[in-house]
């Protein structure tokens, strides 16, 4: 489903962000990517999500070459793959029920959809009760499960989060992993999960890509099952 | 269709609204722009018209030698001005009917003082030449004035063709300052707009990750910029139409003279407004177009 062949990333000040990477990943995987700070981690997402474009090398996301992409057909393509970040990104002004709704309006999806999509992916992440409440109204961990419900709202196969737990205490992380897990298996949605707490990787053992000056350094299920 | 139009237009006109200030300040400039566009274009195209119907009329008087009044003389010299190109209609006046129209134009009261000049007039036998276009003037004038037996020209042009260089200049002043000012007006949309992109970058991230098309994320900038332009043309507009039908009345359509008569207010009015708002909507569209293409389009 993803298929990273021998890309480099070099930026035009001259960072080598990624240096000839190899990566699959399956459909319906769960998978952490690790790595410190300039690594490479949040290259290899803007790479994913279309935002940027290889230097060398092929990036192959459910059979379509990401880097040769046109421009106007990036739109259609990212409506594939939802993104939840550490700051959650709410739009304040809007209730959570509308928060949802607007990742659906803004791709033209009919009004008797977004009612029956946005109340089902509500029902998934646990906040049903909490439609017509406005984000500053909500913990973390809620306003992080409002995130969750926007980006997977259009269905997309493949759900990225960035450090979904950043901001939150290990309790309310733990709620959002188990969601996290819920969708990868009730919506069948891959998930690449960016993280630096080790804790959580160690917690639930799942496929772990470290990366290091953008070079894979590892690549296996914690518990020492080598995976490649 | 119809919700997705109606969504950007809500956005647009919540967007004008978002920056009063800002919004406020384009409309001004919008506004003062059209206002000087019509006076620039109501000055332009009265003056056209004057100047239509003097270079309509423009003539060269010739004067032929006194040894060379025979018939055939003034057949032949008659004969070469018609071959001149631009030349459009030839008309001969007699030394005496000259002489005549001299008495009677200028010595109403004293005529039997020039009694005296009737048996020896100094008059010469003339033609009127009317010619096709006033550039055409001097050449045509130098051209006649080589003909053997032609004594000189005259042509009133030189004021009329003055008329037409101070025309020209007023168009060429007028045209810099109407883009200096359209410019400056872009310039401010494009800043309003360019605020509104600012104040919605939450919005934008979430429309271009979840995958809305380019011209659905574009559309309520552009909106916007159009609307400006719109609220932007609405005074010159009915400026333009009732401060030209108030000229039109108070001056009974002239100004100094007949010569000087101005385009009747319909439908003269209606197309200046026509032109007014379209360069409205033209401008809020360039400089929305430009801010949205500058901030929106940097990263795919």
Redesign the interface.
Known sequence: MIKIENVSKVYKNGTHALNNINLFIKSGEFVYITGSTGSGKSTLIKLL?????PTKGLVEVNKVNVGILK??K???????I??VFQDY?L?KSKTVYENVA??L????KK?EEIISRVREVLKLVGLNDKANSFPDQLSGGQQQRVAIA??I??KPKILIADEPTGNLDPKMSDEIITLLEKINIEEKTTILMVTHDFIIVKKRPKRTISLEQGHITRDMIFKGVKNV | MF??FK?HLKEGILGVFRHAGLSFSSISAVMITLLLISLFLIITTNLQKVSEKIEGSLKISVLVKYENESEADLKRIREEISKIYGVVNITHHTKEEEYQYYIDTYFEEQKELFKSYEDSNPFHESFMVEIQDARMLEEISVHILGIEGVFDTNYGGVSSRKLVEILNNIRIIGLALVISLCSLAIYLVYNTIKITISARA??I??????????G??TAPFLVEGVIIGIIGSLIPVLLTIFGYIYLYKQTEGYIISELFSLIQPLPYVIELSLILVGTGILVGFVGSFLSVNKYLRL??
Do not use: F, K, S
Request: hydrophobic letters at 35%; a positive charge; charged letters at 35%.
């Open positions: 999500n279309g935002e940027e474009i421009h106007n990036v739109p259609l393509y990212r409506r594939n939802g993104v990104r739009l607007y990742a309006e803004v791709v033209d009004p926007r980006a709202a259009n | 919700r997705r969504r939450d919005e991230w979430i429309m271009r990750n979840v995958g809305a098309r380019n659905y994320v990263r795919r």
